[in-house]
């Protein structure tokens, strides 16, 4: 097999005293997302979907929150950490698209700059990897802004 796919899912709550840091990017908003690391829930999207490809698991297997050492991690540390142990099993990404739900703030204006990071981080040209924003229109523990969720799909394919 030359291509494998995987999806990846992540939602965390929303509370007072915490950053909101989506793709790697911290923005302005009153609240931030709780986790035992940044709680990005868009970058562990995509690191579940990334191993999911390869049937190896998900991120808390590898990062356990019941770990200290993971406490506060910047989760594009991590995502390096997942891509290299893709590319050691013999696999590049082809590449991703996913989606953030949130009913604020507005994340337009910082799509790009997520599409960059993570781009950076993975060593991919920024074409390689969609990032789309929506609401859930008022309805469920998001559109009640309880949380933030994203939906990550990733293609990898065989390297050499």
């Not at 991120?59 to 142990?85: C, E």
């Not at 993975?122 to 802004?145: D, F, H, M, S, W």
Request: with cysteine.
């Amino acid at each position: 097999m030359t291509i494998r796919i995987g999806n990846g899912y992540d939602i965390h709550r929303l509370t007072t005293g915490r950053r909101l840091i989506l793709g790697g990017v911290e923005i302005n908003h009153e609240l931030g997302l709780l986790g035992h690391s940044d709680a990005d829930v868009l970058t562990h999207a995509i690191m579940d979907a990334m191993l999911g490809a390869l049937s190896l698991g998900d991120i808390g297997h590898y990062f356990p929150p019941t770990d200290q050492k993971w406490a506060g991690a910047d989760s594009l540390v991590l995502l390096s950490q997942v891509n290299q142990l893709i590319v050691d099993k013999g696999w590049k990404i082809g590449n991703i698209d996913s989606v953030v739900v949130a009913e604020r703030p507005k994340l337009k204006p910082h799509i790009e700059k997520m599409r960059d990071k993570i781009a950076g981080v993975l060593q991919l040209e920024p074409t390689q990897i969609g990032i789309k924003a929506t609401t859930n229109e008022k309805l469920g523990p998001v559109g009640r802004e309880e949380g933030i969720c994203a939906y990550a799909v990733v293609l990898l394919q065989a390297a050499g």
